[in-house]
């Protein structure tokens, strides 16, 4: 008897161990085809998309190449007129500079970034396999990934998205991976601190960054969270500081970046007074600009004794920024309307003049297309943020803090659609475990009701 009791164990482990075996055998090789469909995906849209567009520059493109082409011939990070280059930081000028180094058409530059992009759909594909333990989760994140407009829109032009996007995607993984653990913080915490900071010279929109990382790593880490909100926090001060006292030694002017002053003014300012203005927003935001440059001009005129042409970049940047947060403190209210105005652009917008290109509709048309895509992406991702929330807290609340600290610091009439670009990884990822929890739901439903329907007694009696 004893020996037919112990012997029932021995006889059933080795066949669960068989079993456990095909089951996670059956799920790799489920996932490599998952991962397999959505390289196909968003290689070949990037490819139909490059041999589609070709005006990869941008009004922007030429403040990054000149800066990158003079560091090359050994003049340093200087603009056109060869004065210390302050609007832009040197983080996308140094990734330019090898291409042009090999004297290469920067239309290579295009194709690594298209390539970039693959990595990171496919990245975030295996990130919402690991987080979900869902294979069409994870499909769904890669397809909604594959044809985002604006992410594709981004690899095809000279601009900082796509490598904006990769580092802070890095920045978010290592956060991610610090907040569970429960030793002292050290090298990811230290390394994430960094690489956010190197992202504040990709594109200046992160130099606040700190403040949600900081307040994440407090709420959520298990233990040593001061001290890891701490050495986040020094990590990422070491490159933006440095190049700010770069700034002051050359020009002055002690700051990251001089572009601020000038989108406080027209931007922030003028957009808080125009959303009160009767007619047309645009219209009414381009009046207000020049009205308000015009100010600008005459004040410095009288302050300095010099013409604005003669004024030298940062101090006209600081005098905007003086005049700029005084009228948004005045309007606080338009101000507030105006930067949901531009959130709203830039969760719904979709690249709409691609799209008009691709479809050839008209204006009216192409925006219902638009919203016909994005309004039900942004619902889906709203309820994927309320399933995280009850599955997953951790990494729900870094998915609302960085969306959140995007939408706040780049909302206003300068938004854009690509201004989400840095995100989408996130947003897709929260709008297929949405989608994904809705089609659980349904497919629940309508098994419950097939049972209910089998077992049903007029059923009974027919199969009688």
Not at 98 to 115: A, E, R, T, V
Not at 338 to 364: F, N, P, Q, Y
């Amino acid at each position: 008897m004893t020996d037919s009791i112990t012997s029932r164990p021995a006889s059933h482990k080795p066949v669960q161990n068989q079993q456990t075996g095909v089951v996670e055998t059956l799920v790799v090789t489920d996932m490599l085809g998952i991962l397999g469909l959505v390289a196909i995906l968003a290689i070949s849209t990037s490819f139909l998309f490059f041999q589609h567009f070709h005006d990869f520059y941008s009004p922007d493109s030429a403040s990054y190449v000149v800066p990158a082409g003079n560091i090359l011939a050994g003049y340093g990070f200087v603009n056109s007129a060869g004065y210390p280059e302050t609007e832009r930081t040197p983080g996308y000028s140094l990734f330019i500079l090898p291409f042009l180094w090999m004297h290469l058409d920067l239309k290579y530059l295009i194709i690594f970034q298209h390539l970039a992009r693959a990595l990171i759909v496919l990245g975030t594909t295996i990130f919402a396999f690991r987080v979900t333990r869902s294979s069409r989760a994870a499909l769904l994140t890669g397809v909604l990934l594959s044809f985002d407009l604006p992410f594709l829109e981004s690899a095809n032009s000279v601009l900082t998205e796509i490598l904006f996007t990769a580092t802070l995607a890095g920045v978010v993984l290592l956060l991610w991976t610090e907040s569970g653990e429960s030793k002292k913080p050290g090298i990811y915490c230290f390394t994430a601190g960094l690489l956010a900071g190197a992202s504040a010279l990709i594109r200046p929109v992160n130099v606040l960054f700190f403040l949600p990382a900081t307040l994440y790593l407090l709420l959520v880490r298990r233990s040593f969270n001061l001290r890891a909100a701490v050495t986040f926090s020094l990590a990422f001060v070491i490159l933006p500081l440095s190049w700010a006292i770069r700034n002051y030694h050359e020009t002055g002017y002690f700051g990251v970046s001089t572009i601020s002053g000038e989108h406080i003014l027209l931007y922030g300012a003028a957009g808080a007074l125009a959303i009160n203005d009767s007619g047309d927003f645009s219209a009414n935001l381009e009046r207000r600009q020049v009205q308000l440059q015009a100010q600008a001009c005459d004040d410095i005129r009288t302050r300095y004794g010099s013409d604005c042409s003669q004024v030298t970049i940062p101090r006209k940047s600081e005098y905007d920024s003086l005049l700029g947060r005084t009228i948004i403190e005045a309007h606080p209210l338009a101000y507030a309307k105006v930067v949901l105005r531009g959130d709203a652009e830039m969760i719904l917008g979709g690249g709409l003049v691609r799209l008009r290109k691709m479809t050839g509709t008209s204006a009216h048309v192409g925006m219902i297309l638009m919203l016909i895509c994005t309004i039900p992406v942004f619902c889906f991702a709203s309820m994927g943020l309320l399933v995280l929330w009850k599955n997953n807290r951790r990494l729900s609340m870094l998915i609302l803090l960085v969306i959140f600290y995007f939408l706040a610091i780049s909302g206003g009439p300068g938004s854009d659609s690509r201004f989400r670009v840095p995100v989408v990884p996130l947003y897709a990822f929260a709008a297929a475990v949405g989608l994904d929890f809705s089609l659980k739901r349904l497919l629940a439903r309508n098994e419950l009701n097939r049972c209910l329907a089998t077992d049903s007694p007029q059923v009974r009696n027919d199969q009688a």
